[in-house]
């Protein structure tokens, strides 16, 4: 049996993995990131509300408990809104149930989160908060929206319009919303619904950014609302929700630490790589690979280094490294004597392979744009590559990308090893592919866009992309490519990498510069 569960220390929920984030007007609280901070099935039968939810403003005519979900109908009045609250701390949060509207012509029901525990101009304190609303047809207007209450006014901020099915009466329907800190004075808000048994929509049905100064980046609680269109009579129907979970975000920009650089005057770096208890880099222009042992001492490792660009190790712990130069995949050996993993595919050179990832299986990832070519004249494949080498030697070109049109750059694999992220730095694109079992790519998808001048990316614990950027720094997206937001550095940044013991230090080349800063969230190896 599931019941109401706030984060507490011994509270153990046998089958769920969600959570919320912030509470009332607590601006430093520390968030559980991951964490799912209440669960709510409203498991009896009869009663009133779990005793963590309270009526505000007596706005509610009826608040129980009937056949497993909590009802709700709102005393008749100018406004017919019927509030349930509960302390609850969200800020950066995900927030999922189940609602049904008995008179879909006449209710709609919404979700605060960031909540100050005030009922519009009916309290003391006017309520505030941020919400997703979703109405039946009374305005015209069916569907999911985003809302704040701002002094105990509501106003709606954006609205799916077409996006989103009309919710029917009787229907249940599943909604997401989702609420997260893009910076000091930004929070994105989205939403979206579908009839409770289908398969859930991919995209964003509504996504908007708002500014409201008094809800920026502190905490606040949770509230239910019930609305009916009617403002006087006596109403028989009620909306009812349902499956209640809040669940924390893990925002990769919360706490982060400062920009500090490391060392400049380099040629061009690239091709961060952690490596044991130091860092390697490259410095392709210089024709080297340099080692810096932290805090501060920089030495070469390899030079020249074929003009090397990035680098990975294999599952022996070798040096692996795309090389403009002779235009191959290289490894180190444990010797120092270099060799060639791979420089053509079907009897044609590469290109000048640029960025590799190593799967745990051994396959290796590399992309092979055009821009170590000397001189264009030298080129022999039809196309800028994607390509998978196994194990065996055997070379898969798993995407082949436009003269003109595409440059593949940036190459990483999601946690799982399920996924995998590419930059096309031409198209301004982050894409994903599906991997299956045997390693090979497919649906690929595009994540993000319009992104300036991608190249170099790394992956958090939490699957995050942090994308290496000439425009303004790095960008920070989920996993299905929505924004964090980004970091700003003093040079244009090439790549990334996450290092030190907890791989919390994000290691960052920049042109002539090489910088580090802490982040909450540590990196992928």
């Given at each position: ?18 959570a ?17 901070l ?9 009663g ?21 979900s ?15 609250a ?18 879909a ?19 003391t ?21 985003v ?5 105990g ?7 799916s319009?077409?996006?989103?099915p009309a919710?029917?009466s ?11 800190q ?5 929070t ?8 409770l ?8 049905q509504?996504?908007?950014?708002d ?16 609305w ?9 129907s ?9 669940e924390?975000?893990?925002n ?5 630490g400062?920009?500090t650089?490391v ?11 952690w ?16 080692r810096?042992d ?8 390899r ?12 599952g ?20 120092g004597?270099?060799?060639?993993l791979?420089?053509?595919y079907?009897?044609?050179?590469y290109?000048s392979?640029?960025d ?6 051994g ?21 800028n590559?994607l390509?998978r ?14 003269i003109g ?5 940036g190459?990483a694999?999601?946690?799982a ?13 982050l ?5 299956a ?14 992104l ?8 958090d614990?939490?699957?995050n ?10 960008q920070?997206h989920?996993p ?10 003093p ?7 996450f ?16 910088y580090?800063l802490?982040l ?6």
């Amino acid at each position: 049996m599931t019941r109401t569960c706030l984060l507490l220390p011994l509270c153990l929920l046998a089958a769920s993995a969600s959570a919320a984030i912030d509470l009332i007007h607590v601006d430093d609280f520390e968030e559980h990131c991951g964490q799912l901070l209440v669960s709510e099935s409203f498991p009896d039968n009869g009663g009133n509300w779990p005793p963590l939810w309270s009526e505000l403003a007596g706005s509610a005519q009826v608040a129980d408990v009937v056949t497993g979900s909590g009802r709700l109908q709102p005393v008749v009045s100018g406004y017919s809104l019927a509030r349930m609250a509960a302390p609850v701390p969200t800020r950066d949060v995900e927030v999922r149930f189940t609602m049904t509207l008995e008179d879909a012509g006449a209710q709609g029901v919404g979700f605060y989160v960031r909540q100050n525990g005030g009922h519009l101009q009916l309290t003391t304190t006017p309520g505030e908060g941020y919400a997703v609303f979703v109405e039946g047809s009374f305005r015209g207007l069916p569907g999911v929206g985003v809302w704040r209450e701002e002094n105990g006014q509501e106003i709606q901020i954006a609205h799916s319009g077409g996006l989103a099915p009309a919710p029917q009466s009787n229907q249940p329907l599943r909604v997401r919303f989702r609420v997260h800190q893009v910076d000091a004075t930004q929070t994105r808000l989205q939403a979206k619904i579908w009839p409770l048994g289908e398969a859930e929509p991919i995209a964003w049905q509504v996504s908007a950014l708002d500014t409201q100064a008094s809800l920026q980046d502190h905490a606040g609680g949770i509230a239910v609302d019930s609305w009916n269109v009617a403002q006087n009579g006596t109403l028989t129907s009620h909306t009812r929700i349902d499956d209640i979970e809040v669940e924390a975000l893990c925002n990769p920009l919360r706490g982060r630490g400062p920009v500090t650089l490391v060392a400049e005057g380099f040629q061009f770096t690239e091709g961060p790589l952690w490596r044991g208890d130091h860092l390697l880099f490259s410095d392709i222009d210089a024709d080297q690979i340099l080692r810096l042992d932290p805090p501060l001492q920089i030495g070469s490792f390899r030079s020249p280094s074929g003009r090397a660009n990035g680098l990975a190790l294999d599952g022996q712990g070798l040096l692996l490294a795309a090389e403009h130069g002779p235009r191959r995949l290289s490894q180190t050996q444990a010797n120092g004597q270099v060799v060639t993993l791979s420089d053509r595919y079907q009897g044609m050179r590469y290109n000048s392979p640029n960025d590799l990832v190593v799967a745990d299986n051994g396959q290796i990832y590399f992309t092979d744009p055009d821009y170590g070519l000397a001189d264009p004249g030298q080129r022999e494949l039809p196309f800028n590559g994607l390509f998978r080498r196994n194990p065996d030697g055997s070379v898969v070109a798993e995407w082949e990308g436009a003269i003109g049109f595409n440059q593949p750059n940036g190459v990483a694999l999601s946690p799982a090893q399920d996924l995998l992220y590419l930059t096309d730095t031409q198209a301004g694109q982050l894409l994903a592919f599906d991997r299956a079992a045997d390693g090979s790519l497919s649906n690929p998808r595009v994540l993000a866009e319009g992104l300036p001048i991608t190249d170099g990316l790394c992956v958090d614990t939490q699957g995050n992309v942090l994308v290496a950027t000439w425009g303004n720094g790095i960008q920070i997206h989920a996993p299905d490519g929505t924004p964090w937001g980004a970091i700003s550095l003093p040079r244009q940044a090439t790549n990334c990498a996450f290092g030190d013991s907890d791989r919390l230090t994000l290691y960052v080349t920049a042109q002539q510069g090489l910088y580090r800063l802490r982040l909450p969230l540590a990196g992928e190896p």
